[in-house]
């Protein structure tokens, strides 16, 4: 298996796991400070709702606490750090926004709890002027206080949220061995990974983890590469194969050379590309970012109507401060902030533990919407792997097959195709090939070698105008393909491609090349129907090749003879024709174009580097299954994050009016800031809570990957 990811450029060594445990660091300072000024908030704001108590219980100074205890003074000083060193982020948030001429969240929270400090030092200083106009003199420290401890509560979990969804990535992080044993001069030597180099000769015995990514060069073992792919079963390898750093060895003991160390390992890639989607903006936060740039003015607009309403009815200002207060606090949508940011976090953390890599948070909400799947045939559908399954000498020719062979496979050596190689590597394990003692080395010399795209390949060998390639090129070139027509269909009815040698203008020979379907491409696709989305094969071959690999998987409708130019074209028409969202799902280096022009561009994990870089989604186990993984999780998220907004939004719409005192008149009830201060604080944590649910998400199990 081949993993390849792309480098971002501004990567440097150790660049991936660097940022994660920068973040990490970041991530645990921020938490040590909130949970410090969490305990203190709490402890003070305790104690003033102990103070308070007398008060709003109506015994006035006639308790059992001491009179200097429950004395505003005593209230004043308890509930000042709690604003103006645990709540300090609160009001510098709010002096920000105000100097960017805007209002965001943290101006309600600064608002609302500054206008009740406010009022009640007021009221602490001069009580006298209230009593004189025969108004209580109330204070509402308590209330601050409280708001403030409830909103950092929310902030905490809001941080612990972040920590959670990061562990996935911990997990990752934590797999690689801190040493590799290197051999050097025939000695196992033991090297810290971070000095691993490109070329090093690693050795790894059973029941070690794998150092860093690199090529199996001697030995054989079985690989467990579940927390990188997702698939729980082992997977064989051989000498040849791919293995991937921080993977388990479960039996078996190999050598392989280093091919990527620090920031191009796919563990740093991985990382990098979760750390990215879990940091963009979705469209939906970005609407939900416009809704609090005019939900906050028009919320103080309320207030200050609700305070101006009520001053002009009773006359008294404490009365109205406490209703301009309470409006303020309820509608507060502090949750609204966390309502998308988190739901992506905590997909994009499950999404990686299940071998789904999502780029950004818009090809996370995108992905749910998806209506049409355009699947590249090749390397996706299939094993990527093309076999020659047929090889006949044409009645025209005049060749022997020793020499036929060794011109073909001398001009399509040449080529950089999987039908190319398919085609040397059948020739070179040919009897007549090997009798005639040709080695690569040996190989007949190629003048003017020239590939023609979508058709062929072409050269002159010793004189002779070689040309390997479809029977549709010949025809255009006027050579008459006509005896060929039933081998041809023939050939296509096994859904094999057909090339054709031609020498001097002369048929020489016909190769049918069939690429094996991967056992689990059916079951894929059938899982994407049951989605209702509409799945297309995009294919260069022949229609009728096509065709018959599409039905083997259950694919109706089947685009072929494209060329690899005019694979965005095609994937566009779609995309006009209103049959959108279109994903496109490929691995190779001509998908690259494809993969950008779709709404959604989904890579195999062993494909090209450049075409997981073009791409929104990088399926790392290159197993077709994990598209319906990746858009059944779309859809969990997005409908995780429309609950979230209902509870950010459902507690304010609901409080609003009862804060701006419409029920007074009629009730009498009054709306305490402190209880509004916990409502909206509730809403904060059913949105963290809800969230979290997607924890919990588990994708149907994928079909193991043939390789």
């Avoid at 059973?206 to 579940?226: F, L, M, R, T």
């Avoid at 006359?315 to 502090?334: D, E, H, Q, R, T």
């Avoid at 020499?403 to 080529?415: D, F, H, N, P, V």
């Avoid at 003692?437 to 003048?447: H, M, Q």
Wanted: charged share 15%.
């Amino acid at each position: 298996m081949t993993i390849e990811l792309n480098t971002s450029p501004c990567c440097h060594q150790e660049a991936g796991p660097a940022s994660v445990q920068a973040m990490e660091r970041e991530l645990a300072r921020e938490l040590t400070l909130l949970r410090r000024k969490v305990s203190v908030a709490a402890l003070l704001t305790a104690l003033v709702v102990l103070a308070s108590l007398p008060h709003m219980l109506g015994g006035g100074h006639h308790s059992l606490l001491p009179r200097w205890f429950t004395s505003p003074w005593t209230q004043l000083l308890l509930t000042t750090p709690v604003l103006f060193w645990c709540g300090a982020d609160f009001f510098k948030g709010a002096i920000a926004a105000f100097r960017q001429h805007s209002a965001d969240m943290n101006t309600l929270v600064a608002a609302g709890t500054g206008i009740a400090w406010l009022t009640s030092l007021f009221t602490t200083l001069f009580p006298q002027v209230l009593v004189a106009e025969g108004l209580p003199a109330d204070v509402y420290y308590e209330s601050a206080a409280v708001i403030l401890t409830m909103v950092l509560l929310g902030r905490l979990l809001e941080a612990r949220a972040r920590g959670q969804t990061s562990a996935a990535i911990r997990k990752l992080l934590q797999l690689q061995p801190p040493t590799a044993r290197v051999l050097r001069q025939g000695k196992a030597v033991q090297v810290p990974v971070a000095l691993l180099v490109v070329g090093d000769l690693v050795q790894v015995r059973p029941g070690e983890k794998i150092p860093s990514d690199g090529v199996v060069s001697e030995g054989s073992s079985w690989v467990e590469e579940a927390m990188l792919t997702g698939e729980p079963t082992p997977v064989a390898k051989a000498p040849g194969d791919s293995v991937i750093g921080t993977s388990m060895n479960r039996s078996g003991s190999f050598c392989f050379r280093v091919s990527r160390v620090g920031a191009d390992t796919v563990l740093a890639q991985i990382v990098e590309l979760v750390r990215q989607a879990q940091s963009s903006r979705t469209q939906v936060q970005r609407l939900a970012d416009q809704v609090v740039g005019w939900f906050v003015p028009v919320v103080i607009a309320l207030a200050i109507t609700a305070f101006v309403v009520w001053f002009l009815i009773s006359g008294n200002p404490v009365l109205a401060v406490l209703f301009l207060v309470s409006v303020l606090v309820i509608a507060c949508p502090c949750a609204l902030g966390l309502a998308t940011p988190t739901s992506i976090m905590v997909a994009s953390g499950k999404g990686a533990e299940n071998g789904l890599i999502f780029r950004s948070a818009e090809a996370l909400e995108t992905a749910g919407k998806l209506r049409t799947i355009v699947v590249d045939k090749t390397g996706t559908l299939t094993r990527g792997q093309p076999e020659v399954t047929d090889f006949e000498r044409l009645p025209a020719g005049v060749l022997p097959a020793a020499t036929l062979l060794a011109l073909t496979a001398a001009l399509e050596s040449r080529s950089e195709h999987p039908l190319a190689e398919a085609i040397v590597t059948y020739a070179r394990g040919q009897s007549a090939y090997v009798q005639s003692r040709l080695t690569n080395s040996e190989l007949p010399a190629v003048v003017g070698f020239e590939a023609v795209a979508g058709r062929g390949v072409q050269g002159s060998i010793g004189g002779q105008q070689v040309r390997v390639g479809t029977p549709r090129w010949f025809d255009e070139l006027g050579i008459n393909t006509a005896t060929l027509k039933p081998l041809v269909e023939r050939l296509e009815a096994a859904a094999c491609s057909v090339a054709v040698v031609v020498v001097d203008g002369r048929l020489e020979g016909c190769f049918g090349v069939a690429d094996p379907l991967k056992p689990t491409s059916a079951a894929a696709v059938a899982a994407l129907r049951r989605l209702g989305l509409q799945v297309v094969m995009l294919s260069g071959d022949a229609r009728r090749t096509a065709e018959v690999v599409a039905a083997r998987v259950g694919i109706e409708r089947v685009i072929s003879e494209v060329r690899p130019a005019d694979k965005a074209a095609a994937v566009m028409q779609l995309q006009q024709r209103g049959e959108g969202p279109v994903a496109m799902v490929g691995d190779g280096i001509n998908d690259a174009p494809a993969l950008a022009q779709a709404d959604v561009g989904i890579a195999m994990g062993t494909g090209t580097a450049v075409a997981i870089a073009a791409s929104d989604i990088t399926l790392i186990s290159g197993n077709l299954a994990g598209v319906a993984a990746a858009i059944e999780l779309s859809r969990q998220t997005m409908a995780n994050i429309r609950q979230n907004l209902f509870f950010a939004f459902a507690y304010n719409v609901a409080g609003i009016p009862i804060a701006a005192g419409v029920l007074f008149p009629f009730t009498g009830w009054l709306l305490n800031p402190m209880i509004a201060g916990a409502a909206m604080a509730f809403s904060s944590v059913s949105v963290l809570t809800n969230a979290l649910r997607l924890r919990r998400y588990r994708p149907a199990p994928l079909p193991v990957a043939s390789r």
